[in-house]
């Protein structure tokens, strides 16, 4: 049943999302991560709105607070702000070439890390390094292959 309404191949990309978060990377490159789900979430809010949404943002957000040991609500409430615009302008987002996407995804993920770091200041006195922007460019740089790595994926298992 979860196959056949494309709810477990969702389902999957969206902890494979949250794995990447938290997989040990070389402390060189740690710094550079690119933000997987925010990626995986941009391009199911632009390729599916009437099946992905608000919600959905919302409980990923919260189990994103979870597994990075946030304050209940930080993530959450970053990227549901980050996710109105690809909810709100998703056929303009689906006309753009992906270099332009790429740069809407830095745009977004900026808008996200904004908050974050904001929130995080406010709450636990967090101290800006230039460093936490890094994966704005890493994310806008891996946005190409994750789209088109994400779209055969959904034609793939027939996702609509």
């Known amino acids: 049943m979860w196959i056949k309404a494309g709810l477990l191949p969702l389902f999957i ?10 997989m040990p990377m070389p ?7 690119p933000d997987w789900l925010s990626l995986v ?3 199911w809010l632009m390729a599916l709105p ?3 949404g608000m919600g959905t943002v919302l ?9 990075m040991g946030s304050i209940f609500g930080i993530y959450a ?9 690809p909810i709100r302008h998703f056929q303009r987002f689906r006309n753009y070439s992906l270099t332009q996407q790429a740069l809407v995804v830095a745009v977004l993920i900026f808008i ?3 908050l974050v770091y904001q929130l995080e200041h406010w709450l636990n006195d967090a101290v800006f390094h230039v460093s936490y922007l890094y994966p704005v460019i890493s994310s806008a740089i891996a946005w190409p292959w994750v789209y088109l790595i994400l779209r055969k994926y959904r034609r ?3 996702i609509q």
């Open 13 to 22: 990309t969206y902890i494979i999302g949250l794995v990447l978060m938290v």
């Open 27 to 33: 402390l060189f490159l740690e710094a550079w991560r």
């Open 41 to 43: 979430i941009i391009y």
């Open 50 to 52: 009437h099946r992905v």
């Open 59 to 67: 409980i990923l957000g919260l189990m994103t607070d979870i597994l």
């Open 77 to 85: 409430s970053a990227l549901l702000v980050m996710a109105y615009a």
């Open 112 to 114: 996200k890390r904004v």
């Open 156 to 158: 793939h298992y027939g």
